[in-house]
């Protein structure tokens, strides 16, 4: 069984930091880069970062750079996602998802084959 489990979600203020991390099982970690996204209501999923680890691989939605730290614990087959200096407009779903092993475009959501479920993340002002 394929699994991707991303816990770490809760309430934040303004400024603060949260690490999210995405569990994983039933598939080749390696072959698959494994992207993080975020959906707020009303708004379009949107992708916050991806990590490859054994391509050397990392890319950050533009909303993020700076601010967000994605890494991956292999061992674990776990990749984590630190977010710091948080702001009201990042409260969202947060999903974490492994990507076919081809992508090309790590953003499009379309060239992901497994999902997990949510983690919400609220940031007060």
């Known amino acids: 069984d394929v699994q991707l489990q991303a816990s770490g979600g809760g309430l934040v203020q303004a400024g603060g930091s949260l690490r999210l991390s995405c569990t994983t099982s039933g598939f080749t970690f390696d072959d698959h880069g494994i992207g993080w996204f975020r959906q707020a209501p009303g708004k379009e999923r949107e992708g916050v970062a991806y990590?490859?680890?054994?391509?050397?691989?990392?890319v950050y939605g533009d909303s993020v750079k700076g601010r967000f730290t994605i890494s991956s614990d292999n061992a674990k087959n776990t990749v984590y996602l630190q977010m710091n200096n948080l702001k009201p407009e990042d409260t969202a779903d947060y999903y974490c998802?492994?990507?076919?092993?081809?992508?090309?475009?790590?953003?499009?959501?379309?060239?992901?084959?497994?999902w997990g479920r949510g983690t919400l993340v609220t940031v007060s002002s």
């Open positions: 990590i490859k680890s054994s391509e050397r691989i990392i």
């Open positions: 998802a492994a990507a076919e092993p081809t992508i090309v475009n790590v953003f499009r959501t379309g060239d992901y084959v497994y």
